[in-house]
């Protein structure tokens, strides 16, 4: 089990941006995918956004595409979310996960999410992000 740490999450008006991120301790997180996921309560946990580990591919949900970005920094062994143009529906509990998780995996070079299991795996408090006036 990887351990990673979720941070950057706030109050921001709709049209504003915020910066989450990911961040480990101790395992190396180029040597896996790691995808960004948001939960709402009553909702099942979607995946927004993935980077694979080998060349760098990305995947957004349709919801995000072209308003977030994901990045990872290696020297810092860090990964961003960049969110941008944010609007009230992006409100939610972020996470952030390797392809550990049941909900997460890599098919050749591009990470790939899977479908929503309840209680499977071990998810982080996360950083809830709020889009609101």
């Known amino acids: 089990q990887v351990q990673l740490v979720e941070s950057g999450g706030g109050l921001v008006q709709p049209g504003g941006s915020l910066r989450l991120s990911c961040a480990s301790s101790?395992?190396?997180?180029?040597?896996?995918?790691i995808g960004w996921f948001r939960q709402t309560p009553g909702k099942e946990r979607e995946g927004v956004s993935c980077i694979s580990s080998h060349n760098g591919n990305t995947y957004y949900a349709d919801s995000v595409k072209g308003r977030f970005t994901i990045s990872r920094d290696h020297a810092k062994n860090t990964v961003y979310l960049q969110m941008n143009r944010l609007k009230p529906e992006d409100t939610a509990v972020y996470y952030c996960?390797?392809?550990?998780?049941?909900?997460?995996?890599?098919?050749?070079?591009?990470?790939?999410?899977?479908?929503?299991?309840?209680?499977?795996?071990?998810w982080g408090k996360g950083t809830l992000v709020t889009v609101s006036t």
């Open positions: 101790g395992d190396t997180l180029d040597d896996y995918a």
């Open positions: 996960a390797t392809d550990l998780v049941s909900e997460l995996t890599q098919a050749g070079s591009s990470c790939v999410f899977l479908p929503f299991q309840s209680g499977k795996d071990y």
